[in-house]
């Protein structure tokens, strides 16, 4: 039976993808909250640590074009989640959406962190899970912040905000203007911090110090 003229058109494989994205971008925030220490790299060696710790999320903050997919790749074989700060990516031009079509086609990379809005997206739509990194250096920062948790076109699925050491008070103000869950990240240094952080109402922190990947 044919569709009756006024009524609305549903386009079913959108629709599809819609529901696949959203179960994927659930799955990947239940992996962060039942795995609240991120472990971010900036190099092969500390990598090499990060797969024998007890950690499931790894942050890629280095590497270039050439490197990047056996990066990923060494992570996924050790069963872990991989996200890259394609923002940190020589080679790669990051204010581009070819770089997004680029990590999906040629990492095993799970998902991207960027502090770049207008790529969010894209990367939604490659089925990436997606971390948008802001910088909480003055009250600008929280003004963006609240821009972009009104404006209907950039839905990350995590908020990660630097310094992840920042106030509770204001981890409490970023989490009642954002509509995402946050994640703190950067000069997180022993237990008191990851505590303070969590405590605050961050789902997780990210950290390159090795010691509070132990905890």
Same mark, same amino acid.
């Given at each position: 039976?044919?569709?009756?003229?006024?009524?609305?058109?549903?386009?079913?494989?959108?629709?599809?993808?819609?529901?696949?994205?959203?179960?994927?971008?659930?799955?990947?925030?239940?992996?962060?909250?039942?795995?609240?220490?991120?472990? @971010?790299?900036?190099?092969? %060696?500390?990598?090499? +640590?990060?797969?024998?710790?007890?950690?499931? =999320? &790894?942050?890629? /903050?280095? !590497?270039?074009?050439?490197?990047?997919?056996?990066?990923?790749?060494?992570?996924?074989?050790?069963?872990?989640?991989?996200?890259?700060?394609?923002?940190?990516?020589?080679?790669?031009?990051?204010?581009?959406?070819?770089?997004?079509?680029?990590?999906?086609?040629?990492?095993?990379?799970?998902?991207?962190?960027?502090?770049?809005?207008?790529?969010?997206?894209?990367?939604?739509?490659?089925?990436?899970?997606?971390?948008?990194?802001?910088?909480?250096?003055?009250?600008? @920062?929280?003004?963006?912040? %609240?821009?972009?948790? +009104?404006?209907?076109?950039?839905?990350?699925? =995590? &908020?990660?905000? /630097?310094? !992840?050491?920042?106030?509770?008070?204001?981890?409490?103000?970023?989490?009642?203007?954002?509509?995402?869950?946050?994640?703190?990240?950067?000069?997180?240094?022993?237990?008191?911090?990851?505590?303070?952080?969590?405590?605050?109402?961050?789902?997780?922190?990210?950290?390159?110090?090795?010691?509070?990947?132990?905890?």
């Amino acid at each position: 039976m044919g569709m009756n003229e006024g009524e609305p058109h549903l386009n079913l494989p959108a629709l599809f993808l819609f529901d696949k994205i959203r179960m994927k971008n659930r799955e990947f925030i239940n992996k962060i909250e039942i795995n609240p220490i991120i472990a @971010a790299v900036k190099d092969d %060696e500390q990598l090499s +640590r990060a797969l024998r710790e007890d950690v499931e =999320i &790894i942050f890629v /903050l280095y !590497g270039d074009i050439c490197s990047i997919a056996e990066i990923t790749a060494r992570i996924k074989r050790a069963g872990k989640v991989a996200m890259v700060h394609v923002d940190l990516i020589t080679g790669l031009n990051n204010s581009k959406e070819v770089c997004l079509d680029f990590i999906k086609n040629n990492t095993e990379a799970d998902g991207i962190i960027t502090t770049k809005s207008n790529l969010i997206a894209h990367a939604r739509e490659l089925e990436l899970n997606t971390v948008l990194r802001y910088f909480i250096l003055d009250s600008m @920062a929280l003004q963006n912040i %609240e821009k972009q948790a +009104r404006s209907p076109g950039i839905k990350p699925d =995590i &908020i990660e905000f /630097l310094p !992840g050491i920042i106030l509770p008070k204001m981890i409490r103000r970023i989490n009642k203007v954002s509509r995402v869950p946050i994640i703190a990240g950067g000069l997180i240094a022993d237990r008191e911090d990851v505590m303070n952080a969590l405590d605050a109402g961050a789902l997780a922190i990210s950290t390159t110090n090795e010691e509070v990947w132990e905890m």
